[in-house]
């Protein structure tokens, strides 16, 4: 039998046994484990759905729930809306005064926190917030508002704050880079139509977010879920802390597997995550589906 009159199923072969590898089996194993009392060490003890009931008991856990949602907020609301809010701008205002060059420099700036090491802008961080020898203590002190200063990593009521603020710091780049790149796929007769019947700048940024809006709901599935597997930035910059201010449900998997050796509970953690990432996935894909339908995408 020729191979064309196999279809060509064949070829899906290699990246089905991929995704077997890489993702079924990880989430297979971690599934059992988290059904298990396991310090990491020796023969895991089963226990049933006891790490989940734990969880749902836990007031850390929904702490780190609750912390998550905050970083949402900080990852994917406000730098979602920042960023149409930029890109319109620079691609009305800025390419047609100052130039395609100069908006290109402006953007690049923009986006240079994306491709910074986590690791590196973390620690500049901590730096420009230390209490003792950071720049913005410095500068509140120099301009007579001495008052201001503050811990603002270590005191539980400004640390969530603080690390959203970083946070939206990182992301911004990320919706401008990508709704600027939409903008370009409208056709400009569509704008200069909507300017003659007398649409003022809000009316035709309403028609440009209409037709963009396939990008912002990819933005806001990959910023959700980047949001809801955030870790370095909390490792690096506080550690879950003060207390479990700043802590995420990811950090929280990770003190239990690594520093408390709870595997068991810790891998029950991380597969509540994984079935929320893969829920709002389904979801996403289900609206985009409804507004736009299947295949184009």
Known sequence: MRLKDKGYGIFLVPGFMLLLLVVFLPFSMNLYISCTKWSGVGIPQWVGIA?????????????????NILMIFAVTV???FIGLLLSVFLFDYGIPHFGQRTVSFIRGGIYLPQILPVAIAGIVWGWILNPNYGALNRILQ?????S???NWLGDPATALPSVMAIMV???IGYPLVIFMSALQRIDPQILEAAQIDGAGWFRRFLISVYIIRPEIL???LTTT??????????YVLTRGGPGTATIVPSYFAYQNFFEKANVGYGAAVSTIMTLIIFLLTAVFIKIQMSHEGIGEY
């Open 169 to 171: 710091w990182f992301q």
């Open 51 to 67: 790490n989940y009931v734990r969880a749902v008991q836990d007031s850390v856990f929904w702490a780190s729930f609750r912390n």
């Open 218 to 220: 990819v933005v806001v």
């Open 78 to 80: 406000l730098p979602t």
């Open 142 to 146: 120099s301009i007579g508002l001495s």
């Open 148 to 150: 201001f200063a503050h």
């Open 225 to 234: 879920i980047y949001a809801l597997k955030l870790f370095a930035q909390i």
